[in-house]
């Protein structure tokens, strides 16, 4: 089992920077990989970015590429999202995922998820 804890998110204006965490705890983590997904209200839950267990490997997805950054801890168990130059669009519910085997942008190839955490960006 992995339980994923997040934190950060809340109200920021359009162009304004927030930053998410997920610590994540249980079994061996060091080949768990993360990603962060999102949902904003009556849309579909879509990828936003994963990374690796060693960190080296990053997919974005084309929405946020150039924007948004994951990235995890020497550790490795805590995974950021840093999200700059954030738009109304990136109004959602954002997801903190794990999973072990490899890296995937699909939601449903997750096992473990937090419990998500509302970014608003205002106009």
């Known amino acids: 089992q992995v339980q994923l804890v997040q934190s950060g998110g809340g109200l920021v204006q359009a162009g304004g920077s927030l930053r998410l965490s997920c610590a994540a705890s249980?079994?061996?983590?060091?080949?768990?990989?993360m990603a962060w997904f999102r949902q904003a209200p009556g849309k579909e839950r879509e990828f936003v970015a994963a990374?690796?267990?060693?960190?080296?490997?990053?997919l974005h997805a084309d929405s946020v590429k150039g924007r948004f950054t994951i990235s995890r801890d020497n550790a490795k168990t805590t995974v950021y999202l840093q999200m700059n130059s954030l738009k109304p669009e990136d109004t959602a519910v954002y997801y903190c995922?794990?999973?072990?085997?490899?890296?995937?942008?699909?939601?449903?190839?997750?096992?473990?998820w937090g419990t998500g955490t509302q970014v608003t960006v205002s106009s």
């Open positions: 249980g079994r061996t983590l060091s080949s768990v990989y």
């Open positions: 995922a794990a999973r072990f085997g490899s890296t995937s942008d699909s939601s449903s190839h997750y096992h473990y």
């Open positions: 990374i690796d267990w060693s960190g080296g490997r990053r």
